[in-house]
């Protein structure tokens, strides 16, 4: 261990050093500049490493110059300043490093100085326990920031440390007034010393009031607080990256904990209220503003503004926010993870942003999608930035709503909305850069400081996730199953070179989890609601991602470890034990199907990921809703005690985003229509169903204890019939075969839906069965237009017709499932049709029925139209030498039409599962009966599936007989030769009716088609743009207002003291 | 045993529903061409018609599903005529309505129609595929009304199989669903209408626009079995009728007197009417009937 | 007190020509006055009437032949080593923020503010 003061002092000569013998020349600057500060961050991390391992068991309490404290000053090291020490130091070496090689400007000798200074400066700032000390090392380090700022000496640079520096030195004016009336008031500097005199009484006095508040208020300007903060966004824009990353990333964490820890020994009363004022302020403003931000600097420098707003959010919430126990130490975690997360993902953002040099976000096209290994780096950042799991961000943020009181309710939705607007711009950003076409663009320098950056936050990831299982005591299956993933998907990712390998790795895994899932005894007796969903999800895993052999040729590296990805957080989902779990899966899930769904196509994408993100936060609003005091991670089933309304409705939104019910649907047709080949039927068939499993989980364990939960139940019955019909509806006028089979994904799950709102057994046994037959069916298609696709290179369906020519296979396949789609017996559809109706018939839900019998009326007319406008009709010349689509997926095809004939003659194989599922739902019966063996009874009718079968087949076999046996001699003729006005037409193309099939129909249907919902999205999004872009106006960029708000905002504070507010 | 006696009365049945389904096709050209003043073929024109297609030498084919279609048809026909009581309770004549209720049957329905569309498709010719656009459109229209009134007896019966809806509808004249429910029975009616295509509903087969629409492509042997799945489909569809709104039949000679009276509304009704385009059908469907039928349909929800 | 009004005063003056002057080197003396203000404040703080400064000198040693200096005849020390310390401080920060300025007209030949309002929004 080394002595703190040794730090200062070294770094301190070093510094002067440089500045005297820089004569001496750049390798000797160089060399003692490194050395320096390879010592330091030696020194620091012994003194960290000590803490860690509790080698060191108190803090380091230093005398400087023989006093003893409160006489002397002395320095106070414990173990969050000694951490942030690493980090600062950590974070400057990368910074400099980064400066040094970027090849565009080489620093300065007196740059360096300037940077050791500043080191030392936030060093010493948050080390020392003395009030007018930490002034001076306040002082040390914004002289060295503003010199540093202005390092660059452009005009944008200039402006920037200008401004700093005039609103530095108010900032340092009212630190140093507070420090020196502190000593006045209390006849001490000493931090210590100074808290025990203060006891909370003395605050009724008013000075000290008065005292602590200029004290604290010289501190907030500098943490960059709304309305004070234009100055700070200026130097995120306008300064040399590689200094706004040591400042966004070290320094002000430095005044973050001065910030604390002070207020701590202070005993300030209001920093709760202060805190959640001008945090939440600056929060949400700065996460809105950056919506409309062209410049890439200035929208991460509004990112680290509202970043710094959570963090004081969280700091006042755990120093003065009652919080007991386990509340506390989930709140220090989170505003540790905050730290780190943000420090090191911050500062490669702008590394990052510097060597790829453009500024406007539009000119970022393909940056990271032309350069894979930056846009790795540029990923990894981003995600945790955003929150994404399984890196730190997420666990921070659920660590903080985890630990937020309950009745402070509001807060939660109000970060979780701003976390929404991050996302929001953030993955718009990540849009643009991840778009395919483009000028190929290079970055230029040196990512190694990017990469060491983005290793610790991999790391820290794991740390993460490690002390968030830890620490919540949320059982150990989570973490290991989480680690399993992980592990899955980065062996996948590593033999990335041939996709043929990492096919055949990531089918085993699935195969062989499937086997010792199906071997273990437990699983296979107690066969529950999740049992059933993690087999659906791994069998239609396994079939989808057999059939995406032919197409992975064209995927990147990373689509199979992001399928292995998605697929085991949807194990997880179904496996999870309690809300919280749900929730992590239910994330990894969303992030992981963005990204490949990314893969496809960018903005459908983002709008999937904006859709997901308010459904997953306004899930982890619910569950907050859910938690008690003592018990913070709700279980499924104890949550009966007393669940208010909000709560369902929350959390239910999640699961409505996710099964694309209307009016959340706008995300769907596109994000299906768009994404690769090779997901969509896994999108379309099993994750889809995740948000039914959800919904079940909900209306199993909630909305009995809520009140008019009746009433809610036959509302969610109203989306879905409303979701089945007009999604059908809309699913005719599609032109494009994957939006159809979209829109009909989403008008099916709308089905679902109704049947799990009866929340009858019968409603359950129609869900489920219709779940499955859903995944196989809508599977089926999906996985045959892939094929298609990859054969005739478009899905557009005047382009193509007549294909039952070139692909009898996938034409037959084809043909079952659009019957099993359009529920026509004797194949598998018919059944889930006649259970739910059964079910509604037995509930009376008379208009409901209507309109779900009557959907699927509409639907039909898509069937039709996909029918005939790919194999019927003419062929085209150009495809004339189209192969049948590759054998996997013709054995996919082949297995699945075989699957729904045999369903279709035996629901029970389906039936018997859901029984036993809905068994553990608390039902005794499965809400029908078996009369004989086929024939199923409920109250309202029957149905024997078995003869209906064999009946069909049947007289089918005897109509061709017959036909047989009075036939004419059959004569084949060409295509063309039809009976065309006596002429032989001259193309397929002129004859081939394939174009707007229900142009008719369309004209009686006009204004329900029209699309209503996605103009109000849009408007809405608009509109809430062009506020943004208004109200960001507010940062003038004038040196003068600047200052004012700095005064108005004080005199806002001590307006509301005066008032008494608080 | 008793599976062969069903086999071989399902056979009568639908040689049966054949001959009397193309009967009432000849009666209603006569009728038609009564009305316009001609003499009209002879009522058993259709016989003849079907004679004269099993007849012809050669029957041209474009392709697999074309093949397939009149097979479709001829099931579909056929499947619907045996799904649904001629006589309920009657071993013989309430067919195999065992297997199934009023939900099979309107699902099976479909069955035929998607066959000749599917079919009428492959044979490339773009009026073919047209005309199945259009009727699916319009069926769009007539099944609003039509759902509506099958819903409303379901749930005031409280029962979707047909047999009991036959029973319930027992007991005198004013036991019929006509005149115990008579705006869902108006609602029904009028979708009757759109169903047979009849005029002002006959904008799928419109022959003077799109040939003859789905079968325009269709000769021979392969018209032969649409053209007689279309009668057994047409005869199964009154009898539904029957049994939904008409209170069903005990015997024979009733089946056949509502059966007929049924046939002779349509005919009479489309002999009257010019016709209507598509979307304006759609747009008749879902406004007149719609809301005649609503006002039992909420009578029968608050009950 | 007069010395709390002054100070409080210059503090003002300062703060004002912050926030109203357009011009940079104007600023940059408000700026200075405002410092000037803070340290007199802190002066008046450890100030007490009739005593004199807390400072040994060889005098006293002369005098009395002690180098303690008798506490209740002087003024508190501290504020007037913070004051030195914020003297130094305040040289410095005034210095960088001039040589800013010498940059800043080097690069728009201005010392506006209405010329550096770039950055914004």
Known sequence: MVNPVVIIAVTLIAAFSIGIFQFLGKKFVRGVFWLTILFDFTAILSIAYGFLTKVIKAPIMVKIGGFPPPIGINLYVDQLSAYLGVVVFFIGAMAAYHWINRGIDDPEPKALVLMLLLLLGSTGMIFTQDFFNLFVFIEITSIASYGLVASKLDGFSLEAAFKYIVVGSISSTFVLLGAVLLYKFAGSLNMLDISNHINKSMYSGGMLIIISIMFLFGLLIELEVFPMNGWALDIYQGANPAVVAILAGGIVKGFYLVFVRSANYLKFPYLLKIGIIFGLATYLVSQFFAWKQKDIRRLFGYSSVGQLGLLILAGAFYINGNLTGFAKKYMLFAIIFFVLNHSFSKSTLFFLADLFGKRNIEEWKGAISQNKFFGFLFSSSVLSMAGAPPFLGFWAKLFFILAIPRQYFYIVVLVLIGAAAEILYYFNLYRIASENDGEVLDYKGSIIPSLFNVLVLLGLAVLGAYKFFTITGMEIQNAKFLAFITVSAIAVLIIGISRIAQWILALGMLISFSYHLIRNQNFVSVFNIQSFFVILVLVGAVIFLFATYPLSKKYSASFYPLFIFTVFSMVGISVASNWISLFIFWELMSWSSYLLINQGSKKPAWIYLVMSAIGGYSMLAGIKLLSTGSNLIPVFKASAIAAPVWAAILIFTAFLVKMGTAPLHIWARDAYGESPDGFTPLLSGVLSKMGVFGAILTIVYLIPHISHSNIILYGLAWFGALTALFMALLAVFQEDVKKILAYSSISQVGYILIGIALATSLGYSAALYHTVNHLIFKGLLFVAAAGIIYRTGTSYLPEMGGLIRRMPFTFLAFLMGIITLAGIPPLSGFAGKWLLYSALLEKRWMFILLIAMFASIVAFMYCYKLLHAIFLGQLRDKYRDTKEVPLPIVIIELILAGLTMAVGMKPSLILRFSDKAIKTLGFSNPGYAYEGAHRIVSKFGYWNAYFMAVFAIGSFIIALVLFFLVKAKIRKVGQLDIGYAGEVPDSPESVHFGYDLYAHMRRAVRVFIYPHVENSYRRIYQGLMAFVDYTRRFYTGDLNTYALWVIITLSFIFYILYKGVF | MWIWYKVLYALIVVIGGLAYGLLLGGISRKITARLQGRRGPSVFQNYIDLIKLIRKRTAISHGVMFFLAPMFRLLGGIGVLLLVPIIANNTALSNFSFGGDLIVVLYFMVFGCLGMALGAADSGHPHSALAPTRGLAQMAGYELPFLLSVIGLAIAHNTVSLSNLVAAQQGGILHWNLFQYPFLSIAGLIAMLGMYMAYPFSVVMAPQEIAVGPPTEYSSTFLSFMFTGRSIFGVGKYVLFMDLFLGGATNLVEAFVKTFVLFLFVVFISNVFPRYRTEQAVRFFWTYPLVIGLIDFIRIFIK | ?121
């Open chain 3, 1 to 121: 007190m007069v010395f709390f009004a002054a100070s409080l005063l210059l503090i003002f003056i300062g703060l004002y020509a912050a926030l109203v002057k357009r011009n940079l080197i104007k600023i940059i003396i408000g700026l200075s006055i405002m410092d000037t203000g803070v340290n007199m404040l802190i002066i008046s703080l450890g100030f007490v009437k009739g005593r004199t400064a807390p400072i040994i000198s060889l005098k006293d040693l002369f005098k009395k032949g002690s180098l303690l200096v008798d506490v209740s005849k002087v003024v508190d020390p501290l504020p007037q080593a913070l004051v030195l310390t914020a003297i130094v401080i305040g040289v410095a920060v005034t210095a960088m923020a001039l040589s800013v300025v010498i940059r800043m007209y080097s690069v728009k030949k201005s010392i506006e503010i209405d010329d550096f309002k770039e950055l914004k929004w």
